[in-house]
């Protein structure tokens, strides 16, 4: 016999349809029926399981939720295990004390009716918020660009758009973070930083992720100082102690939406905020820039740029000019570096201008391989016509970093006209936020081991300078002009700092090139710290090709 009448077990299952088909779903009517028919049939405790896949339920990931539990000692009553046709897997268990109660067979059969339904319950509420899981985030559960376009559908349905702040942030020097404290402690750092902004924002704005450590969303006006507070440097710990901390910043594109205001479209304020924040990303100083309609014109030129590049490229507008390095205590040109100027409609178009949008994608790299073949297009011709060329550098972005065959590609082009290697020397930039450490040593070591000289370019204007030296082989260390002293005071910081460097060069058996040396003063310093060679303007500007090698005939400067 039933522990509870027929009239009873009908009625439980009409009010379990009733509350688990009602939109929205009453959580606390269901929760209070499931206690009502635990209680009655005697159960002592009721549990259901969810798991996306089967694979997911052998690992034990998925949901386990307890409904029911009065504490006592229990026995698996009924368990009953459904798969969907999704994949997903469901599971409901009923435990009992069969010391207090045996259960008859059709209890078991009204139990096993209910537990089903309760079973189709969980697995389409909780299916749907899978659903909306996947749909609006990413694979690292973070909101993606369907949650930011939902966000600002139904905001600017409301009219509610208008006034908020809308930004692009690309976390600054990440990659170094990462190389630092290791990829997994750099992901909870990335966790740490989105939660504290989506924490700040609140309700009435967004944070989601593009892709990386790129991120977009909106906020309230009223939240702007706190929020600019965190993006310009937030202390994130990473370890269980709150000890190991690192230093969060970003580089910020910001568009403050007008009152009144209405989206027309995503592109808008997309074109907005990563303009701002590519002006961010490139600028020394201010790392929040905010849209102005001076950025449109900007945005119209690097467009410009970058659909004018591979016709101008084809047709040879880029001009090599050279120039000269010189050891100031022979005053001989000891080498030169290859730079080139943008010819177009009869104007020269300076590098400032079209290099750093040629580096915002592959461009640049197409550029620096065209400046090495005109190079030894160059050099070919000097060893024809009996001149003793000197070495010449070449820059090559750290866009390259990521070509695992640069280095053939290099040798490529250098034996195409059969020039010797050691005359050729690749510069690279020491800053290296966008690109892995070991692929820098990679290729440097691979272009030595080709007899191919290397030279790392600003050195002291980057952040890890001194690893670079220590763990990189460099043949060439080019000392930017900033880090050169203006006076001969020995007490002068900028003196001692210098001073050391040389030495520590030297020390290294690493030869040293000064750049943006432009006086006698500059050249006494020099001589002071026993460095010889200097490339700047008290010896020459950039010289055209044909001025170039008039300087070869009589290398040696009054």
Request: proline content about 3%.
């Amino acid at each position: 016999m039933s522990c509870v009448s027929k009239e009873k077990y009908a009625s439980y299952l009409e009010r379990m349809v009733s509350v688990t088909h009602s939109q929205p779903v009453d959580r606390d009517a269901y929760v209070q029926l499931i206690t009502e028919i635990c209680k009655d049939y005697k159960l002592t405790k009721g549990m259901s399981e969810f798991y996306i896949t089967p694979m997911m339920e052998q690992r034990g990931i998925g949901e386990v939720f307890c409904d029911f539990d009065n504490g006592k000692s229990t026995k698996v009553l009924l368990r009953i295990r459904i798969v969907s046709t999704s994949k997903a897997v469901i599971i409901g268990t009923l435990y009992s004390n069969p010391d207090e109660y045996v259960h008859e067979d059709v209890d078991v059969q009204q139990l096993d009716s209910m537990l089903r339904i309760i079973l189709g319950y969980v697995s389409r509420v909780r299916l749907i918020k899978k659903l909306e899981e996947f749909g609006f985030s990413d694979l690292d559960g973070y909101r993606n660009f369907r949650a930011f376009a939902r966000f600002m559908d139904v905001n600017n349905a409301e009219n509610k758009l208008g006034g908020k702040v809308s930004f692009y942030i690309d976390l600054h020097n990440f990659t170094l973070i990462n190389q630092e404290i290791g990829r997994e402690n750099g992901d909870i750092v990335m966790r740490k930083y989105y939660e504290l902004l989506s924490d700040t924002i609140g309700e009435t704005g967004i944070i989601i992720r593009l892709g990386g450590d790129r991120f977009i969303g909106v906020f309230d006006r009223g939240v702007q100082d706190d929020v600019f507070r965190i993006f310009s440097g937030a202390n994130i710990a990473y370890d269980v102690t709150g000890q190991q901390r690192v230093n969060v910043s970003v580089a910020a594109g910001i568009y403050a939406l007008p009152i009144p205001y209405m989206l027309k479209s995503y592109g808008d304020i997309m074109d907005k905020i990563m303009l701002a924040g590519n002006v961010a990303k490139r600028h020394d100083g201010e790392r929040i820039v905010t849209y102005g309609e001076k950025m449109k014109s900007e945005s119209d030129h690097v467009k410009m740029i970058q659909s004018a590049f591979m016709g101008a490229l084809k047709n040879e507008e880029f001009i090599i000019h050279y120039q000269p390095k010189v050891d100031i205590e022979t005053k001989q040109i000891v080498g030169a570096e290859a730079l080139c100027r943008w010819q177009r409609d009869g104007r020269v178009i300076p590098p400032d201008e079209f290099i750093p949008i040629l580096e915002l994608n592959t461009f640049v790299s197409d550029l620096d391989f065209y400046v090495l073949d005109h190079v030894c297009r160059d050099m070919v011709r000097w060893l024809n016509e009996g001149r003793k060329p000197v070495r010449v550098s070449v820059n090559f972005s750290r866009k390259h970093l990521v070509d695992i065959n640069l280095t053939d590609h290099i040798i490529t082009i250098i034996d195409k006209y059969n020039i010797p290697h050691d005359l050729i020397e690749i510069e690279l930039t020491e800053t290296t936020s966008d690109v892995m450490f070991s692929d820098l040593r990679r290729i440097v070591s691979s272009l030595q081991r080709e007899g191919v000289k290397t030279a790392v370019d600003d050195f002291g204007v980057g952040y890890s300078s001194l690893n670079l030296i220590r763990d990189i082989p460099w043949d060439v260390l080019k000392i930017d002009k900033s880090f050169v002293p203006e006076t001969e005071d020995d007490s002068n910081i900028s003196n001692v700092m210098f001073r050391h460097l040389i030495s520590l060069a030297h020390d290294m058996g690493l030869e040293c090139v000064v750049e943006g040396v432009e006086t006698d003063e500059q050249l006494k310093i020099m001589r002071k710290n026993s460095c010889r060679i200097a490339q700047g303007f008290f010896f020459d500007h950039p010289l055209s090709v044909d001025e170039f090698e008039d300087r070869l005939v009589n290398k040696t400067y009054p």
